[in-house]
């Protein structure tokens, strides 16, 4: 019981002979990549498996069960997958969602969870056959598919600041299209008492701040690069994850 609030139950939760949660479940192999309802396909190596899910009633951008996160949440949809955000390297503590809704977007559902920490979950469709989006959802590479991740619409544009987890918690949201990126250098750590303290850190162009808890960080809002992987003048491209964006120079 344990292990249910944070694997699928779908997957046969399990606590193994050394106390830790682990899952076990028998996947059939994908049919040209589908998997019939109940199940959704995953590449394992080199070979695509179909993976035991939950089904329920949530919609795109509803909040879902995820590795403890909004673990009283519908599942999503059949089609949607549950993604979201359990930063345990952040290890944001909190004692209510509140406390969390400076350090993550609240489209996607900032949640405190059982263990204190913040974490957030969001029912997300694929993108469409040229990667892109509905209004409100931006494209992003989750292993080797595009899903459509939540995100705040303002009206900030490239490079203006946005808010990223404590830094520049009051600006203003990004315009459609654009992502809003930056660094929180929990690793880091290095302490300000004003913006200026963070100048020497981080390139001006990318927004300097001191955060909330006193560290440094900075953000920004980031358009992707064109077709040839190119950015407007002014910008530099750079690869975040699997995708190219449009850095501030």
């Known amino acids: 019981a344990d292990c ?5 139950p779908a997957q046969n939760p ?20 589908e998997c019939e309802e109940g199940f959704y396909p995953a590449q394992v190596g080199d070979d695509c498996y179909c993976i035991p899910r939950e089904i329920g009633r949530a919609g795109p951008g509803d909040p879902c069960p995820h590795s403890g996160a909004n673990r009283d949440a519908d599942y999503c949809q059949s089609g949607l997958e549950c993604l979201g ?13 509140a406390d969390c809704m400076d350090v993550m977007p609240p489209a996607q559902n900032p949640d405190c ?36 991740i939540p995100q705040e619409i303002g009206s900030s544009g490239p490079g203006d600041p946005c808010p990223f987890q404590g ?11 654009l992502l809003c990126l930056g660094i929180y250098p929990d690793g880091h750590t290095t302490l ?3 913006d200026v303290d963070c100048m020497d850190v981080f390139p001006p162009a990318e927004n300097p701040a001191c955060s909330d808890e006193g560290l440094c960080g900075e953000s920004f809002c980031s358009a992707f690069c064109d077709e040839n992987n190119q950015c407007e003048p002014g910008f530099y491209p750079a690869v975040v994850g699997e995708d190219c964006y449009c850095i501030p120079e």
């Open 167 to 177: 830094v520049h918690a009051d600006a203003d949201d990004c315009q459609a299209g």
């Open 113 to 148: 969870t059982a263990d204190g920490i913040c974490g957030a979950s969001f029912c997300a469709p694929p993108c469409d056959e040229n990667a892109e989006c509905e209004p409100g959802f931006y494209p992003a590479r989750v292993g080797n598919d595009c899903y459509c």
């Open 85 to 97: 955000v359990y930063p345990v390297q952040l290890t944001t503590l909190c004692t209510s969602d």
């Open 4 to 8: 249910l609030e944070v694997l699928p």
């Open 14 to 33: 399990d606590c193994t002979a050394e106390g830790l949660c682990g899952a076990s479940f028998c996947s059939p192999r994908c049919n040209e990549n």
């Open 192 to 194: 300000c008492e004003t």
